[in-house]
């Protein structure tokens, strides 16, 4: 029997937060090709923008000229080992933006094949029938330390080494990232994040603010609101798709 084919609808937002200078988070979207970016960049001076937008435009660039036939896995691999390449020799080059780097979390769609990959601690969640799923790990040295059972949740949120992350794209010659593949159902919604969301709002308050019967633009709107009345701390960006008949 053949299965409907669901298509997808995307909105983003992204805002400086209250107490940082700057904003440097990036995001990418290309609807018809199915790609779907959230950055969040690292580094002295303008370092740190530098790193996520160049690593946004080279993932755009790469995964919007595929050639249609090749394998999402490949794609993927591909993009983010040019990513990753461009960042580092650009940082080898020039001493201001030595060690610069950026996280990255992404989702490639087909109809109803869903890759999501990351390398950081920017995160994909799926929000399925009003519960909310983190997809994605992060590569941080708290999460780490929970995952091996050295740290609880709670402890992990109030530690002082929760920004410290273990992989990065740009920051080395090589790097591994992350891959999730998923059958997306009609309805899913993804979210694609930067910590500064998921620093100040716990995953129920987030399950909460996207059960709420609104179009994306405005879920993404009462996202990053809320983490700004929770503080701000830091550069906040959404990314959210939502798969439809
Ligand atoms: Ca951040």
Do not use: W
């Not at 179009?215 to 906040?236: K, W």
Request: charged residues 20%.
């Amino acid at each position: 029997m053949a299965t409907a084919l669901v298509h997808y609808t995307a909105a983003a937002a992204s805002d400086r937060g209250l107490r940082r200078a700057s904003n440097e988070d990036a995001f990418g979207i290309s609807v018809e090709h199915g790609v779907f970016l959230v950055c969040d960049g690292m580094g002295g001076a303008a370092a740190g923008e530098i790193a996520s937008a160049l690593a946004v435009d080279e993932m755009l660039r790469m995964l919007t000229s595929r050639a249609e036939a090749a394998p999402m896995v490949q794609a993927a691999q591909e993009a983010i080992l040019i990513a990753n390449e461009a960042i580092f020799s650009l940082s080898q080059r020039d001493q201001n933006l030595r060690g610069m780097g950026t996280t990255l979390v992404g989702l490639l769609v087909e109809e109803r094949h869903v890759l999501a990959l990351n390398v950081g601690d920017s995160r994909c969640y799926l929000m399925r029938n009003g519960k909310l799923l983190q997809v994605t790990e992060d590569h941080s040295f708290v999460d780490e330390q929970v995952r091996l059972g050295h740290m609880t949740r709670e402890q992990a949120l109030r530690s002082n080494f929760r920004s410290v992350i273990t992989r990065a794209l740009g920051t080395q010659s090589q790097v591994q990232p992350d891959m999730f593949q998923l059958e997306a159902e009609p309805g899913d919604l993804f979210l694609l994040c930067s910590d500064g969301l998921t620093r100040e709002l716990t995953d129920s308050a987030i399950e909460s603010l996207l059960g709420v019967d609104l179009p994306l633009e405005g879920l993404c709107a009462s996202l990053v609101s809320a983490a700004n009345q929770a503080g701000g701390h830091d550069n906040i960006t959404c990314v959210l798709a939502r798969a439809e008949l």
